[in-house]
């Protein structure tokens, strides 16, 4: 039995009311089950009211899978939970007080459909990559909208704690953003090593660039020796494709590192020259590329801007309080074309097609947020999908 499926029912009035028999008491009415609490602490239910034994009472509502969660969840030690007037339990185990006083409780086990429960559970949350394949496009499309825009909020709101721990300056943030943008999932602890031993200031002061080139390939561990290659245990082969090598990744990030001075006043362009000075500024990098440093393709310039620009400009309007950037951040991803990945893959084939990169970050982040995880009640088109059940 999962608590989510239960505040559902509860939530929804998909429970028999006049069946509830109290554990502690001789008569219950449900008058209002209250409002769900979604985002903030405290009890799962306000504003409830229940008559029991023939008083009226107002205020909040737990729900649990077992009433010695609440012994678990160290609700017993919360005054958020003081003001609870029921505990509703699928399984009642064990009495709960708080505050000397015990808590009025109903248990739902011998009256909860389970032919419901494990069409909902099993059919929408167990079988498939995405369980609401067959279901989804019965839904108002504004679910998946929503969604997407949450997840594209999320995945950059994500970083920016990491980021105002640095602390420095916004060419190193830059920097940063730049070389995790370089490692991609697979090699990014590789590249934040290799920034930590090579920070922008000492970078820096280093004269030519020539020198601040072999600063950073030898410190990354990725050096020639004779027809061999030494490779740090941070770097992976595997999982990747040869023009996405580490060997291939730390000379290109190398290449810009050493040519360019991570000047951040681009960001203030309108987000068309912003694209183009960006992509331009690749490209001026590129003639001094050693002849064995593949070019870059469109797609990992688009790329480097969806994980290196994006979440700058974000995080310069967090810092500021300045809007515009925030929404030049979103402006660019909604320019960008749509990326082509596995992930895509699988959303086209349910007939999805994301219009642009906005589109695909946001159900990339779905997919691995909710999806894979089959956090289905915790999303809003699984959530409003099972309700239909």
């Given at each position: 039995m999962h608590e989510d499926y239960i505040q559902q029912l509860w939530r929804d009035k998909r429970l028999p009311f006049h069946q509830l028999k109290p554990i502690n008491a001789s008569t219950i009415e449900i008058i209002d089950v209250?409002?769900?609490?979604?985002a903030q602490k405290g009890p799962d239910f306000s504003l409830g009211?229940?008559?029991?034994?023939?008083?009226?009472?107002?205020?909040?509502?737990?729900?649990?899978?077992?009433?010695?969660?609440?012994?678990?969840?160290?609700?017993?030690?919360d005054n958020?939970?003081?003001?609870?007037?029921?505990?509703?339990?699928?399984?009642?185990?064990?009495?709960?007080?708080?505050n000397n006083y015990l808590l009025p409780t109903v248990e739902l086990k011998d009256i909860i459909d389970m032919d419901h429960y494990k069409k909902s559970i099993k059919k929408f949350i167990k079988i498939y990559d995405f369980p609401c394949a067959k279901l989804i496009h019965d839904l108002d499309p504004v679910f998946l909208e929503v969604m997407?825009?949450?997840?594209?909020?999320?995945?950059?709101?994500?970083?920016?704690?990491?980021?105002?721990?640095?602390?420095?300056?916004?060419?190193?943030?830059?920097?940063?953003?730049?070389?995790?943008?370089?490692?991609?999932?697979?090699?990014?602890?590789?590249?934040?090593?290799?920034?930590?031993?090579?920070?922008?200031?000492e970078l820096s002061t280093i004269k030519t660039s020539k020198e601040r080139y072999r600063l950073i390939m030898a410190e990354s561990g990725l050096v020639h020796l004779g027809n061999e290659t030494?490779?740090?245990?941070?770097?992976?082969?595997?999982?990747?494709?040869?023009?996405?090598?580490?060997?291939?990744?730390?000379?290109?990030?190398?290449?810009?590192?050493?040519?360019?001075?991570?000047?951040?006043?681009?960001l203030y362009l309108s987000s068309k020259?912003?694209?183009?000075?960006?992509?331009?500024?690749?490209?001026?990098?590129?003639?001094?590329?050693?002849?064995?440093?593949?070019?870059?393709?469109?797609?990992?310039?688009?790329?480097?801007?969806?994980?290196?620009v994006v979440p700058l400009l974000w995080y310069k309007a967090e810092l500021s309080e300045d809007e515009l950037l925030r929404d030049k951040a979103?402006?660019?991803?909604?320019?960008?074309?749509?990326?082509?990945?596995?992930?895509?893959?699988?959303?086209?084939?349910?007939?999805?097609?994301?219009?642009?990169?906005f589109d695909s970050q946001g159900l990339l982040g779905l997919y691995n947020y909710y999806c894979c995880r089959k956090k289905c009640l915790d999303c809003e088109v699984g959530f409003k999908l099972i309700g239909k059940t």
């Open positions: 209250g409002l769900h609490n979604e009211c229940v008559k029991i034994d023939g008083v009226l009472f107002h205020g909040q509502i737990e729900v649990h899978v077992k009433s010695s969660d609440w012994y678990k969840h160290n609700h017993h030690s958020l939970y003081n003001g609870v007037i029921l505990h509703v339990v699928y399984e009642y185990d064990k009495p709960v007080y708080q997407k825009n949450k997840m594209v909020t999320q995945r950059l709101d994500s970083k920016l704690s990491l980021l105002k721990e640095l602390n420095c300056s916004d060419a190193s943030v830059f920097y940063h953003l730049l070389a995790n943008a370089f490692g991609t999932s697979i090699n990014k602890h590789g590249f934040l090593e290799l920034i930590r031993k090579v920070p922008l200031e030494a490779h740090s245990h941070l770097w992976h082969f595997k999982g990747t494709r040869p023009k996405n090598f580490p060997t291939v990744r730390v000379k290109q990030f190398a290449t810009i590192a050493a040519h360019y001075d991570f000047d951040t006043a681009f020259d912003l694209l183009d000075e960006f992509k331009q500024l690749i490209k001026r990098t590129e003639v001094h590329w050693h002849l064995s440093t593949p070019k870059f393709s469109i797609g990992m310039i688009e790329q480097l801007i969806i994980n290196a979103i402006e660019l991803l909604e320019l960008l074309p749509a990326e082509n990945n596995s992930v895509m893959a699988k959303w086209k084939r349910l007939n999805i097609i994301p219009k642009n990169s």
